[in-house]
């Protein structure tokens, strides 16, 4: 069975800094693609990052791009995000998730999410 | 950044067929998704590449679109499925979501 168990959430004051930690078991780690997707309160969902296998290459969007850093450790099967100058609005349900990548012919055109886990609270507040 | 545009909620009865749509404000081909939320859990797949269903979902559950013009149908509904129904998009960079569609049982 594939768990995602996610922690490190809490309060935190805004410009402090943060790290997530999720532990996967039930499949082979390193053979996927892994995202942080969050959810702020009463709120849509929002992609954050996404690391590939070996952890090389690193996705974030344009709101977290060089705040937020993604990363992983095959050894351990666990996926961590950095959250670095946190603000109001980063406060929200933190997702560690399995991804799934979609492909066109040879070319990744971006990916679902086929396993989430239970979720970790951060909110950023003086 | 493709916005997808969900309409904010549904009511229904049970044994009915409802359509739950999503609209993209660009081409995003087939590469739509559809979760299942429920209250205080983590969201779950229902639905990925606009029509294929995950494994272990219902077949009551389907999905179909192409381009901008995306639905999720459940057909008869049931009373378990009470939640909030996300749209995601994979095609344009960056992965986005709908804001969600909130189905409630009458």
């Known amino acids: 069975e594939v768990q995602l168990v996610e922690s490190g959430g809490g309060l935190v004051q805004p410009g402090r800094s943060l790290k997530l930690s999720c532990a996967a078991s039930g499949f082979t780690f390193s053979n996927y693609y892994m995202a942080w997707v969050r959810q702020a309160p009463k709120k849509g969902l929002e992609w954050v990052a996404t690391i590939s296998t070996s952890g090389s290459r690193t996705y974030y969007p344009d709101s977290v791009k060089g705040r937020f850093t993604i990363s992983r450790d095959n050894a351990k099967s666990s996926l961590y995000l950095q959250m670095n100058s946190l603000k109001s609005e980063d406060t929200a349900t933190y997702y560690c998730a399995r991804s799934v990548n979609v492909y066109y012919g040879l070319l990744l055109r971006g990916y679902y999410f086929d396993y989430w886990g239970q979720g970790v609270m951060v909110t950023v507040s003086s | 950044d493709t916005v997808l545009t969900q309409s904010p909620a549904l009511a229904v009865s049970p044994g009915e067929r409802v359509t739950i749509s999503c609209r993209a404000s660009?081409?995003?081909?087939?590469?739509m998704h559809w979760y299942q939320q429920k209250p205080g859990q983590q969201p779950k797949l229902l639905i990925y590449?606009?029509?294929n269903l995950e494994s272990g979902v219902p077949a009551r559950f389907s999905g179909s679109g192409s381009g901008t013009d995306f639905t999720l149908t459940i057909d008869p509904v049931e009373a378990d499925d009470t939640a909030t129904y996300f749209c995601?998009?994979?095609?344009?960079?960056?992965?986005?979501f709908g804001a969600g569609t909130k189905l409630e049982l009458k």
């Open positions: 660009e081409s995003v081909s087939t590469g």
């Open positions: 590449g606009a029509s």
């Open positions: 995601q998009q994979s095609w344009n960079d960056p992965n986005t």
